[in-house]
């Protein structure tokens, strides 16, 4: 698929099509919990074509769990039957750590076993994009050492923090060309901790290697688009688009519309209605109220795409999910 050609149409078209990171509320159309979700390539192939047939997206996207590359490293992992799997703990606390942490093999973990949903979600879903699920480099590397100790790592311990960001991108890198053999149109790249950063701490341990990433693998037949949930973006936004991603997805923490209106015309900006207070928590009025809120005042963006502000929780009704779509789809036929 000629991902640069997508991108464009996303942008040109009148009627714009929702790409919501929208993919573990699958467990209710399937009747299972997230730890099987989570456990079965086969299992999420089926999760995102039941959600391709019911909802009108741009494209399928795979889920946004940022456990997996963690795991692969060695990192202990939470699992429940209803919540999205978490890392406890850390297994970085110095520089000897660092200096020993192994970089695993693309494969490792359950990382294998994503790679052969994206396969079998693309023999299932062919009439739009299939874009795989990936971590940033800063949010990996948090993980490894803390989210809360990465920050102050970030002042008291550089050195450390640049040899386990190192490491992390290697994986990143690897997994990310993985992807693309596999046959993914492109990926959604989390890097939510970097968003918690000040703007120079941004620069200094989170841009240069993101960017790596993303001139490692995006190409025409395979689009990045990077997400970052923090408010900390309306301060860079000259930064975040030297990135060079074909596509940017922020969180609901900001007004998209600055984000838009600092950005380049020529990428998609997507985002950001509420994924816990609407989404999961709202009613379908207030889905519609808060949906109805980010078109009117985004709308006229030509690359305003409209979504979530981050993934949609498993447990989110899919009546309000449905109510999303539906006030999407009637606010442009109106237009």
Not at 223 to 246: E, R, T, W, Y
């Amino acid at each position: 698929m000629d991902m640069r050609a997508w991108q464009r149409g996303q942008i040109a078209a009148a009627k714009k099509k929702a790409i919501p990171v929208l993919t573990f509320p699958s467990v209710q159309l399937l009747g299972i919990t997230v730890r099987q979700l989570i456990s079965d390539a086969d299992t999420q192939a089926e999760g995102m074509a039941r959600i391709s047939e019911r909802c009108d997206t741009a494209a399928a996207l795979s889920m946004m769990d940022l456990s997996v590359e963690a795991e692969a490293f060695g990192s202990e992992i939470r699992v429940g039957d209803h919540e999205v799997p978490t890392v406890v703990g850390h297994i970085v606390g110095e520089m000897e750590d660092a200096e020993k942490l192994a970089v695993p093999s693309v494969g490792a973990g359950r990382t294998g076993l994503y790679l052969d949903a994206i396969v079998k979600a693309k023999k299932r879903i062919t009439d739009r994009p299939v874009l795989a699920g990936v971590i940033g480099p800063f949010s990996l590397a948090a993980r490894l050492m803390g989210v809360s100790e990465a920050m102050m790592n970030c002042y008291e311990e550089p050195e450390m923090v640049e040899a386990v960001m190192e490491k992390s991108t290697e994986f990143a890198i690897a997994y990310a060309k993985a992807y693309r053999e596999a046959g993914a149109d492109g990926m959604v790249m989390a890097e939510p901790a970097s968003g918690l950063l000040s703007p120079s701490l941004m620069e200094e341990f989170s841009t240069p290697y993101v960017r790596r990433v993303i001139e490692s693998v995006q190409d025409d037949s395979f689009a990045v688009i990077f997400h970052n949930c923090g408010g900390s973006v309306v301060k860079a936004p000259d930064q975040i688009a030297s990135l060079g991603a074909m596509g940017y997805h922020f969180g609901n923490s900001i007004r998209l519309r600055d984000m838009l209106a600092a950005m380049p015309g020529d990428v998609m900006i997507c985002g950001n209605v509420d994924p816990a207070g609407t989404f999961c928590n709202g009613t379908p009025e207030k889905m519609r109220e808060d949906t109805l809120a980010v078109l009117n005042d985004c709308c006229e963006f030509s690359n305003f795409i409209p979504s979530s502000g981050c993934d949609i929780p498993p447990t989110s009704p899919w009546e309000n999910i449905d109510e999303f779509f539906r006030t999407v789809g009637e606010f442009y036929q109106e237009k």
